[in-house]
């Protein structure tokens, strides 16, 4: 035989030999009632099993609810230090009552104010440094506003100056704002910080009702659904209804609201978040003036290294369940622990799975060998009569030759039965014709067998067979 083709049909077989070998295992972990019934203890096993399945549709709902997690901003809380200063330029130095005062000599005395800021308390600031997540210090803010309090009639123009957020303008670090003179300035920054998602400033009425000053609009809508469950102001008829009671009967001006009609309502009693004003004064006295006080501001980011995290916690896990995806439900398969380290934790899982389903398949066994001997031990001329009889129908079935009984066939009384005599005296006619057949060398023909004899309602009985 050629080498090539005889590797080539080794190739197709090993498929099947593969597929054979899986028929054989046993899939089967389950410990039927009836060994309960035998062996009380293995309760307990049907028990851990209700429990693996508890367990495995609790990392099952963990794992979609973290899935889900991803699709959501994930937000951090950080501190955004705030950090207020100025330069001077060219300011003129005290000197002597007689030294003359020159006018025109140098340039025009000016300052610089510095709005400037930067994170702080970084949980992992190499981490966040790799991945290039800081951001700029406009990026937190809506508008900045810096109000400049100097006589009008010297400095008519530019004591008032704002900053807008552009989509097209690309964030800085800080701000300057330059202008010309030679005595101390005071200053107010305004800024309002841009929150993602907007948050709003409650009125002092619904403040009072839910105790929350600022806050989303989904968590003041939360806040009124707590309020309305713990107070029981829902009506039982119609749960789309609330009925008000005092505190909100005297905000809402309504007996009785509807839930769609919520967000419309409250819409009027919620307004933007006040903006923060620090205050500063501009020195001209020295080269470089830093404010005593620097101010902290609570921002919340996106989080760079949460939804990393999932990601490979989800992924450690799918890996996990594909590798031991050949383990039955119920028998270890997704109950690894979540993060596990190693390849051969799946491996050692998938073995003892099969082990244990293995043993369950010994159990079996040896229970059907228990109740074969037991009935065997209580009735034994019967359980003969039974399994010979069951035997002979499995003989039947396997050689397929005949109808009849074998186990029938060989009694006397399957031979006393009416039919007997007529099918004897048909078989002996038959003899006879093939024999006289023989003789004449072929050449008479041979008249037709009479039918069989038939029982009641046409049935023909059935023919023994001889040997």
Not at 420 to 440: I, P, R
Request: glycine share 4%; proline share 7%; hydrophobic share 35%.
């Amino acid at each position: 035989m050629d080498p090539a083709k005889k590797r080539a049909s080794t190739a197709d077989q090993q498929p099947l030999l593969v597929a054979k070998a899986k028929r054989k295992r046993p899939n089967d972990n389950q410990i039927s009632s009836k060994i309960e019934a035998i062996v009380p203890e293995s309760k307990l096993y049907t028990e851990l099993l209700d429990y693996e399945k508890k367990l495995d549709a609790t990392i099952m709902r963990k794992r979609l609810d973290l899935a889900e997690t991803l699709s959501k901003p994930v937000k951090t809380k950080r501190t955004l230090r705030i950090f207020i200063s100025n330069l001077s330029h060219d300011q003129e130095t005290p000197e002597s009552d007689e030294e003359e005062a020159k006018l025109d000599s140098g340039p025009t005395p000016s300052w610089t104010l510095k709005v400037e800021g930067r994170l702080v308390d970084e949980v992992n600031a190499s981490a966040y440094k790799n991945k290039q997540t800081s951001r700029k210090f406009s990026s937190f803010f809506r508008s900045v506003m810096i109000e400049l309090d100097r006589d009008s009639n010297l400095y008519p123009n530019g004591n008032f100056v704002e900053w807008h957020k552009s989509p097209n303008v690309a964030d800085v670090d800080g701000f300057e704002v330059k202008r010309h003179g030679d005595e101390n300035v005071k200053v107010k920054v305004i800024l309002h910080v841009d929150n993602s998602p907007e948050r709003f400033k409650l009125s002092p009425e619904l403040a009072d009702v839910l105790a929350v000053d600022v806050e989303t609009r989904p968590g003041i809508m939360l806040a009124l659904w707590q309020y309305i469950k713990f107070h029981q102001l829902q009506d039982p008829e119609d749960k789309r209804n609330i009925n008000c009671d005092q505190k909100l009967a005297a905000l809402f001006n309504q007996p009785k609201i509807s839930f769609p009609a919520l967000p419309e309502l409250i819409g009027r009693f919620l307004a933007p978040p006040d903006p923060i004003v620090l205050e500063y004064t501009v020195r001209v006295d020295k080269p470089y003036h830093l404010a005593p006080h620097c101010y902290d501001l609570d921002v919340e980011l996106d989080d760079p290294t949460f939804k990393t995290k999932i990601s490979s916690l989800l992924s450690s896990t799918s890996m996990s369940a594909a590798t031991a995806g050949s383990t039955p439900a119920g028998a270890g398969g997704a109950s690894q622990a979540p993060g596990a380290s190693g390849s051969s934790l799946p491996k050692d899982i998938h073995t003892y799975s099969e082990q244990i389903m293995q043993y369950i398949q010994s159990m079996q066994n040896s229970k059907t060998k228990r109740d074969f001997l037991l009935r065997f031990a209580n009735d034994p001329v019967d359980f003969l009569e039974r399994w010979v009889a069951s035997q002979s129908r499995d003989l039947e079935v396997i050689l397929g030759e005949s109808h009849v009984n074998l186990e029938d066939q060989r009694r006397s009384e399957f031979y006393n039965q009416q039919w007997v005599d007529e099918a004897v005296f048909h078989y002996m006619t038959a003899k006879n014709q093939k024999k006289l057949q023989e003789l004449l060398g072929g050449t008479a023909a041979v008249a037709p067998a009479p039918p069989p004899p038939t029982g009641a309602g046409g049935v023909p009985h059935p023919q023994p067979q001889y040997r």
